[in-house]
C-alpha cells in the first residue's frame, strides 16, 4: 500500500492526514493547536506541524505529501531566510486604511476598483497579502526593508519541508497566488509593479506551479506537492465540478463556485481566485462564521448541541429578530471596524430560542448573499456543499437549505483541507491528466422550502447597521 500525507495548516490548528494514495482510504491522523491571535511567528505553525505529524505516525512511510493552509498570510523573509516579523493573518484589519489607499492610488473610487479587479481578479479589502504589506512599509519601514522575500503560509511550510533554505527554492500554486493581491488568476503570471507599489520593493516571491507539479523532495525521499489555499483543497477533496459550490463554515465563512471563466468584479464582492485542478474559484469570504455561533452559545450559557435544538425550536425568521452577526468587523462587506447589531427585539422575541435561532439564520443569510454573487458570474449552480466546523451543527444543516434556497449537501466531518491535500499529493505521485477518484461516502441531502423573508428581513436590518449612506456607522 503506498500512503500519501495532506497537511493543513489553518488558523486555529495544523492537521496531518496518512491516506492510501489508491482508495484514498484514512489510515492514520493528528493535530496539534496554533496559537490565538491574529499575528503568528511562522515558528509556531513549524513546531505544530512537527507535532502533528508525530501524532499521525509519522511521515517515514510516506511518498508524498502536500500542504494546504489558510490564505492571504503575510510570511517576510531575509535575504537568509530568517524569519522578519511574525506573520500577519488572513483576519488581521489593520491594514485596511492601506487598502483605501492602494484603490485610490489606481484610480479610487469605482475607477480604482475596477483597475485592480481587471488587474488581478480582486479589489484589495484588509485580508489580502498586498494590504499588509503596504502597511508593513508604512508602519515598520525597517522591517520592510529586511524583507528579501514574500510567502504565504502554505509556501512557508513546503518550503521548509523541502529543507533547502534558498529563497528561490519558494514555491506555491495557482490557488493561493490568486489570493495575494499580486498575481492575477486570468494571466497566470505576477505583478510585480504592484507588489513595488504596496511594499516599495520587489521582493522573491514564490515561483507558480502547475497543479500536479512537484514542488522537489523532502529529505527522506518524500515527493512534494505544490500545496493550495484552503479553500481550492477543500474543492479538490470534493471533487468539485464546474458549477459546484461549497460553502465552508469555519472561523470565516467561505462561498466558492468552481468556473471555467476567470471572474473580475469591480465590487470587490467576488475574488477571482483560481483552484487547484486549473480552473477557477471565484470566491466570498466572511469574517463571521461559526464563531458567530460559539459567541451566542456563550451568551446564552449553552452548549452547541443545546443552542441547535433552541434554534429549531423558534419560527421561521426568529419573529423578525435579526442578528447581523459582525462581532469581527466584516470583509463582505467590506467594513472592518463595524460591530454585530440586534434588530426586532421584543417581549415576544425576547427569548433564547429566537436569539438561537436568529443568529443562525444570521450568519446562514451572510452566506446566501455570497451565493448570489458567485452566481452572477454566469456559471450555473449545480451542487451546494456545505462543509466546516459549524456544519455539524443539526441547526446549521436543518436551516441552510430554506436560507440558501436549494438543497444541501452536506458529507460527513471530516479535514476536508488536509484530505484536499494528500489527494493533490496522489496526483503528483501518479501523474496523469488528474486527480486519483477517491469516493465520498456518507453524503447527506437536506431540503426545506426556501424561506425568502428571512432573507428580505435580514437584508433590511443589515443595510440599517451599515447606514443607508454606505458609510460604517461605528465610525461616525
Keep these: 500500500m503506498t500512503l500519501v500525507a495532506g497537511i493543513d495548516t489553518s488558523t486555529q490548528a495544523c492537521k496531518v492526514v496518512v491516506r492510501d ?46 500542504v494546504g493552509g489558510q490564505q492571504h498570510g503575510m510570511v517576510c523573509l531575509d535575504a537568509d531566510g530568517e ?23 489606481l484610480g479610487g473610487g469605482d475607477a480604482g476598483r475596477r483597475a485592480w479587479a481587471e488587474a488581478v481578479g480582486l479589489v484589495p479589502v484588509a485580508s489580502f497579502t498586498v494590504t499588509k504589506l503596504r502597511w508593513l512599509a508604512e508602519h515598520e519601514p525597517a522591517n520592510a526593508g529586511r524583507t528579501a522575500a514574500v510567502c504565504l503560509p502554505h509556501d512557508y511550510l513546503t518550503w521548509r519541508l523541502a529543507g533547502s533554505g534558498h529563497l528561490d527554492a519558494l514555491v506555491t500554486d495557482r490557488g493561493d497566488a490568486s489570493g495575494t493581491g499580486y498575481w492575477s488568476a486570468a494571466t497566470g503570471e505576477y505583478r510585480p509593479d504592484l507588489l513595488q507599489r504596496a511594499l516599495g520593493s520587489t521582493p522573491v516571491v514564490p515561483r507558480v506551479l502547475g497543479p500536479a507539479e512537484a514542488a522537489g523532495t523532502m529529505p527522506a525521499g518524500a515527493v512534494l506537492g505544490p500545496g493550495t489555499g484552503d479553500n481550492a483543497a477543500a474543492a479538490l477533496a470534493l471533487a468539485a465540478r464546474p458549477g459546484d459550490v461549497v460553502v465552508s ?38 469574517l463571521n462564521a461559526a464563531r458567530v455561533l460559539d459567541a451566542t452559545a456563550r451568551l446564552l450559557g449553552v452548549d452547541h448541541s443545546r443552542l441547535s435544538r433552541l434554534a429549531q425550536s423558534a419560527p421561521p425568521g426568529s419573529g423578525g429578530l435579526v442578528v447581523v452577526p459582525y ?18 427585539l421584543t417581549l415576544t422575541t425576547a427569548e433564547p430560542s429566537y436569539l438561537a435561532r436568529a443568529a443562525v439564520e444570521g450568519m446562514l443569510c451572510g452566506l446566501a448573499d455570497g451565493l448570489d454573487a458567485v452566481a452572477a458570474g454566469g456559471t450555473p449552480v449545480r451542487r451546494v456543499f456545505l462543509v466546516g466546523g459549524a456544519a455539524r451543527s443539526s441547526a446549521v444543516r436543518a436551516l441552510a437549505p430554506a436560507v440558501l434556497g436549494v ?8 479535514e476536508y483541507v488536509a484530505d484536499g491535500a494528500a489527494r ?16 465520498l461516502p456518507g453524503t447527506e441531502v437536506h431540503e426545506a422550502d426556501p424561506q425568502p423573508g ?23
Design 21 to 66: 494514495a489508491g482508495s484514498g482510504r484514512l489510515v492514520r491522523e493528528g493535530r496539534a493547536p496554533h496559537p490565538e491571535g491574529t499575528e503568528v511567528d511562522p515558528a509556531a505553525w513549524a513546531a505544530a506541524l512537527d507535532v502533528a505529524v508525530e501524532r499521525a505516525g509519522g511521515l517515514d512511510d510516506v511518498a508524498a505529501v502536500a
Design 83 to 105: 524569519v522578519v516579523r511574525p506573520a500577519l493573518l488572513w483576519n488581521d484589519t489593520r491594514s485596511a486604511g492601506a487598502a483605501t489607499d492602494l484603490i485610490e492610488e
Design 249 to 286: 463554515i469555519g472561523t470565516s465563512g467561505v462561498v466558492s463556485m468552481v468556473s471555467t471563466a476567470p471572474v473580475a468584479d469591480p465590487s470587490g464582492t467576488v475574488a477571482g481566485f483560481a483552484d487547484a485542478t486549473g480552473n477557477f474559484l471565484p470566491l466570498v469570504a466572511t
Design 327 to 344: 462581532l469581527e468587523g466584516e470583509r463582505t462587506p467590506d467594513r472592518p471596524t463595524s460591530t454585530g447589531a440586534l434588530h426586532g
Design 407 to 414: 438543497p444541501v449537501l452536506v458529507p460527513p466531518p471530516g
Design 424 to 439: 493533490q499529493a496522489a496526483w503528483v505521485l501518479a501523474g496523469g491528466d488528474g486527480p486519483p477518484d477517491w469516493p
Design 454 to 476: 428571512v432573507r428580505a428581513r435580514y437584508a433590511e436590518a443589515r443595510d440599517l447597521t451599515l447606514g443607508r449612506s454606505g458609510t460604517d456607522p461605528s465610525s461616525r
